[in-house]
């Protein structure tokens, strides 16, 4: 069996930026969000951030709680967003 290079993880600042535009995902707060990735839904390396697509938008006060309480949104809450972002984002 061969090593294989890992994949690099997909990264879109313009993405990123269009999911900071969006209201805060837990608290609806409006205004300039931060691009919070999720870890808790996808496989990465030791230390590797995952891709932008698995970002969300959370503000400042979210983004500390989802560090310290990774359950504060739900999984599901989660990826509902995230599924309908991209899908906004590809049209």
């Known amino acids: 069996m061969r090593n294989q290079k890992p994949v690099k993880p997909w990264r879109n600042k313009g ?5 900071a535009d969006n209201p805060c995902l837990y608290c ?3 205004g300039r969000s931060a691009p919070h990735h ?3 839904l996808v496989e990465t390396g030791c230390g590797t951030k995952p891709g932008d697509q698995w ?4 503000c400042d ?3 500390t709680a989802l560090h310290d309480y990774p359950d ?8 509902n967003f ?3 972002s991209l899908n906004r984002w590809m049209k």
């Open 15 to 19: 993405y990123r930026e269009f999911v």
């Open 28 to 30: 609806r707060i409006d």
């Open 38 to 40: 999720c870890r808790d």
């Open 55 to 58: 970002c969300i938008p959370v």
């Open 61 to 63: 006060k979210c983004h």
């Open 72 to 79: 504060y949104i739900s999984k599901q809450t989660k990826l």
């Open 82 to 84: 995230i599924a309908d």
